[in-house]
């Protein structure tokens, strides 16, 4: 299955509150919005895909619960970019402090704020230009550090606040710089 993307704004625009209803209504199915307004639905990952996000997360978590510096999230999650954009990275991490500023309510719906960190591992049904766009939205609206992992082409791309994108061959160990201190992983 291929992603599909369904260009909603000639007839309607979804708000925050309706895209999170839309959501709970189609709980089989992973939305995403684009800046544009165009609803995306993101095709289900096989099982190898599956586990390698499961590792990536549970080594994110591992380090966290030392580091005790923020939150981790799941490919369940839905963060609202400053743009607009309604994005599901695959592994996501926000700094404790920019978590807790939120209101209850904007934590128990869609977080408002675009992660500190994200992970991006491409599966075997997606496009490498689309994951590439999404991780320069990122970049544009406020991450400061993402991992685009490429098992396809064996390449991992970093993206940086104000860097150009960096590639580099796999395997390799990368590092979490000082946005994750101390947190590394083997890919």
Partial sequence: MNTVVLNLEP???LSDEQFYQLCLANRDLS??????????IV??????????EARLIADLEIWNRQAKLGKVFSSSTI????????????AAWV?????????PEQRKKI?????????????????LQRIQEKMQEYIENGLRLGWLINPQ???????RTGKAVEVIQ?????????VLPGFELQV
Avoid: C
Wanted: hydrophobic share 40%.
């Fill in 79 to 90: 963060f609202i970019l400053p743009n607009g954009a309604k994005r599901s990275p695959d």
């Fill in 111 to 127: 977080p408002p704020l675009v992660p500190d960190f994200v992970i991006e591992l491409r599966s075997e049904t997606d496009r």
């Fill in 95 to 103: 700094k404790l402090e920019r978590w807790e500023a939120l209101t």
């Fill in 153 to 159: 082409d064996a390449r991992v791309e970093i993206y």
């Fill in 170 to 178: 796999m395997p390799a160990i990368l590092s979490g710089e000082d």
């Fill in 43 to 52: 095709p289900p990952v096989g099982g190898e895909s599956g586990n390698q």
């Fill in 11 to 13: 007839i309607v625009h």
């Fill in 31 to 40: 939305l995403e919005m684009n800046a544009a307004g165009e609803l995306i």
